[in-house]
């Protein structure tokens, strides 16, 4: 086999077959196949796309690129959930205590902040000694003793995905559906989860910015996930507004915890409850998904998530004590406010602007190497819908200076739209795709 004739099929339209998948798979990961080569196929994809079968081949063949989380010790029922990714998205830590209260186990295998996205991991390093690289043994006992465990990909898994995740991002190849459900695909079935609940963000703060987009990428990653025999569950979610009131890593994983004192906003209970209680579905430990959501309420007020989220703090190393005599109150230096420049109701809060005014706070970072600043942020005291008089706040600003929080102020003025009359009623979860 030649690696340019199975770039010519791709270019001609022509669908490839198991074998040329994997000797163009397993040739780029061992060096045989070069960047150039491998660059040329990848736009080839992105122009004649794939069939299902050879999505999900090429799936299987990136997931075993690499090692293969073996969690099969565990009792119950191994479900994750994946989010595309957006602004103030800190469900994760909500709904992972939530499912393994529920007795789920959540092997949770996340991602750190790019662009005008925050990331998992990044919110969880802002906590005092919390740790997110581990070793198979600890996953399993951490996982063991508190049902769920979020942590950092490994070098070894999924291997072919790193490599051509960087050459994709410099060769404008990353839009394509089947490289897109492949890629992350790949990666949450390498965790060993047998059920997965996929949130599909769209809008200005998504990497999806349209709900037709949304629903293909939706679509694509039930049907491979599906024909690869697990249990997949996909909820489209709106990404035009930041969720919940804080943006920051610190400032997240704080919001979360009030959530799971019940105390959260309406925005960010409602979807983090909605995936947790697909996750039930998806794990077969429920079959309605109405009495899985109350299932999942059950466990917010009785306290059980809450504690499970503590312990899991404690497990993998964070400083409990810390976290509690500091929740509410570590914050940047500098701090700042904006405030309503007139009478009226708050329109929309732009996800995307807010996101890049995070990032010029340091809480995101433009480069991949950039390091982030764990107490900086964006508050929101209000949102769209609340009437706001002149000079109220609307949000807070927490910044290492004055300079860096004068500028975050004016990027939030341009994200912040007021109007006269209360703005239409927005819908949250869009979709449901199983
Ligand atoms: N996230 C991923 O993990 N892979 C992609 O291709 C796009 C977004």
């Known amino acids: 086999m030649r690696a340019v004739d199975i770039i010519m099929k791709k270019r001609n339209g022509e669908s490839l077959s ?99 996205t925050g990331g998992t991991l990044d919110k969880l390093e802002s906590l005092k000694g919390y740790r997110i690289h581990l070793e198979q043994e600890e996953i399993l006992r951490i996982m063991e003793q508190t049902g769920y465990v979020i942590m950092g990909q490994t070098e070894r898994i999924v291997p072919a995905d790193r490599k051509m995740y960087a050459l994709r991002d410099v060769t404008a190849t990353v839009e394509s559906i089947p490289l897109i459900t492949a890629s992350i695909l790949s990666k949450k079935l390498a965790e060993g989860a047998q059920g997965l609940v996929f949130d599909v963000k769209c809008g200005s703060g998504a990497f999806m910015k349209t709900r037709e987009q949304a629903s293909l990428l939706a679509e ?33 994983v704080e919001e979360a915890w009030e959530c799971l004192g019940g105390r959260g906003p309406e925005d960010l209970m409602e979807i983090s409850l909605t995936l947790a209680s697909r996750m039930l579905v998806a794990g077969g430990i429920c079959t309605d998904s109405e009495k899985a959501l109350s299932l999942c309420r059950e466990k917010i007020d009785n306290g059980e998530a809450s504690r499970i989220f503590l312990e899991n703090m404690e497990a993998q190393g964070g400083d409990v004590e810390w976290f509690l005599e500091n929740t509410g109150r570590w914050r940047a230096p500098a701090g700042a406010v904006l405030e309503a420049d007139r009478d009226g109701y708050i329109q929309s809060i732009n996800a995307y602007e807010t996101g890049m005014a995070s990032v010029s706070l340091g809480a995101g970072r433009s480069r991949a190497e950039d390091p982030v600043e764990p107490h900086t942020g964006i508050r929101f005291l209000r949102k769209s819908g609340d009437f706001v008089k002149k000079g109220e706040a609307v949000c807070e600003i927490f910044a290492l200076n004055k300079e860096q929080a004068d500028n975050a102020v004016a990027q939030m003025e341009h994200a912040v739209t007021m109007g006269e009359t209360p703005p239409a009623a927005v819908t949250r979860i869009i979709r449901e795709i199983f």
């Open 220 to 252: 694509s990653l039930v049907s491979t996930g599906k024909a690869m025999g697990r249990r997949i569950i996909a909820v489209l979610t709106s990404m035009e507004e930041p969720l919940g009131c804080a943006v920051g890593n610190f400032l997240e």
């Open 18 to 116: 198991y074998e040329e998948l994997s000797f163009l798979i397993e040739g780029y990961v061992s060096g045989d196949i070069p960047d150039y080569q491998m660059s040329s196929w990848l736009m080839s994809v992105y122009f004649s796309g794939m069939t299902p079968r050879e999505t999900g081949d090429l799936t299987a063949l990136m997931m075993r690129s690499g090692e293969v989380l073996d969690l099969s010790s565990l009792e119950g029922p191994l479900v994750d959930k994946h989010s595309t990714g957006g602004v103030g998205d800190k469900t994760s830590f909500i709904l992972a205590p939530v499912a393994a209260a529920c007795g789920i186990q959540v092997p949770m295998m996340s991602g750190r902040a790019l662009g005008h």
